[in-house]
């Protein structure tokens, strides 16, 4: 629970609030931009103004039930309730946003594709119960799609609740992913099925392997993202963990495919008019990295 001691001075007077325990993880402000800010500070969120209306409560409590580290606090029970029935979130083309975000993943997102040929989790959510049960109730979970090391959260959990596959590139697991039923290998991308495709992008982490979805929705892990500040596509040297070099040329192999919609672990969704302008905002990209390789 958030704590009202730690409420942050920046918070706008009111009961909803966000304590000094953020992570600065952007679901909040994602989730409910006009309630939530960043900081001058850049380091965490906080309470720009209180909501207003329903649908501004019902969004700052869904901010609530996603933060990985209970960092916001004060909104009503009723509210919370229908957050919590509100997750998965459904986005467009079959995939649902899961909210439930875990601290083990440092607040990132996760998602769910629902397909006639079986349900597809992409990175791990927190196992939170109202989770678990509405996924059942979703046609539960065949595989899960770990983009890499650092978004695995609570993987086993889900292993053990729906008998998934999971994935994950060989070079990205660790003592606990040893037991990861599929091990991608290489640096090319491999068929998962008729519409889904691997696409290994290291960079970030030597493993970080991307998933295509129908040529149309691209879940990049933390390859690539949508910037916060303007609308255009990003990356950062400074969450690289692996190489740059290696990333910025993964970032241009990724030209070779197509899709309109970015979806990351860390960072904005980003969706263009199309494929060709997608393609022009990605070119624009590795421009970008190729001009500052180091």
């Given at each position: 629970?958030?704590?009202l001691a730690?409420?942050?001075?920046e918070?706008?007077?009111?009961?909803?609030?966000?304590?000094?325990?953020?992570?600065?993880?952007?679901l909040?402000?994602?989730?409910?931009?006009?309630i939530?800010?960043r900081?001058?500070s850049?380091d965490?969120?906080?309470?720009?103004?209180?909501?207003?209306?329903d649908?501004?409560?019902?969004?700052?409590a869904?901010?609530?039930v996603?933060c990985?580290?209970?960092?916001?606090?004060?909104?009503?029970?009723a509210?919370?309730?229908?957050?919590?029935?509100?997750?998965?979130e459904?986005?467009?083309?079959d995939?649902?946003?899961?909210?439930?975000a875990?601290?083990?993943?440092?607040?990132?997102?996760s998602?769910?594709?629902?397909r006639?040929?079986?349900?597809?989790?992409?990175?791990?959510?927190?196992?939170a119960?109202?989770?678990?049960?509405?996924l059942v109730?979703?046609g539960?979970?065949r595989?899960?799609?770990?983009?890499?090391?650092?978004d695995?959260?609570?993987?086993?959990?889900?292993?053990e609740?729906?008998?998934?596959d999971?994935v994950?590139?060989?070079?990205?697991?660790?003592?606990?992913?040893a037991?990861?039923e599929?091990?991608l290998?290489?640096?090319?991308?491999i068929?998962?099925d008729?519409d889904?495709?691997?696409?290994?992008?290291?960079?970030?982490?030597?493993g970080?392997?991307?998933?295509?979805?129908?040529?149309?929705?691209l879940?990049?892990?933390?390859?690539?993202?949508g910037?916060?500040?303007?609308?255009?596509?990003?990356a950062s040297?400074?969450v690289?963990w692996?190489?740059?070099?290696?990333?910025?040329?993964s970032?241009?192999?990724?030209?070779e495919h197509r899709?309109?919609w970015?979806?990351?672990g860390?960072?904005?969704?980003?969706?263009?008019?199309?494929?060709?302008?997608?393609?022009?905002?990605l070119?624009?990209?590795?421009?970008?990295?190729?001009?500052?390789?180091?």
């Open positions: 629970m958030a704590r730690d409420r942050l001075p918070n706008a007077p009111g009961e909803l609030f966000v304590d000094s325990s953020c992570i600065d993880c952007d909040c402000r994602q989730l409910a931009p006009g939530f800010a900081s001058d850049g965490r969120s906080f309470v720009s103004r209180q909501p207003q209306t649908d501004e409560r019902l969004r700052a869904m901010a609530l996603a990985p580290t209970t960092s916001i606090g004060g909104a009503r029970k509210d919370v309730d229908a957050a919590v029935r509100s997750f998965p459904p986005l467009g083309s995939v649902w946003f899961c909210g439930f875990s601290a083990d993943s440092y607040g990132a997102s998602y769910l594709v629902r006639e040929r079986g349900n597809v989790l992409v990175d791990s959510p927190r196992a119960k109202p989770l678990l049960a509405r109730e979703l539960g979970v595989t899960m799609f770990l983009s890499h090391a650092d695995v959260a609570d993987h086993r959990v889900f292993r609740r729906f008998g998934c999971r994950l590139h060989r070079a990205d697991v660790r003592s606990d992913t037991g990861v599929r091990q290998e290489g640096g090319d991308p068929r998962l008729e889904l495709l691997a696409i290994p992008v290291p960079g970030h982490t030597r970080n392997t991307a998933l295509l979805y129908r040529d149309e929705v879940f990049s892990g933390d390859h690539l993202w910037s916060e500040s303007d609308d255009r596509l990003s040297r400074g690289c692996y190489s740059w070099r290696e990333q910025t040329e970032m241009a192999r990724l030209l899709f309109e970015v979806l990351p860390h960072g904005r969704p980003y969706r263009a008019r199309s494929a060709r302008a997608m393609r022009a905002e070119e624009s990209l590795v421009a970008r990295m190729r001009a500052h390789p180091s």
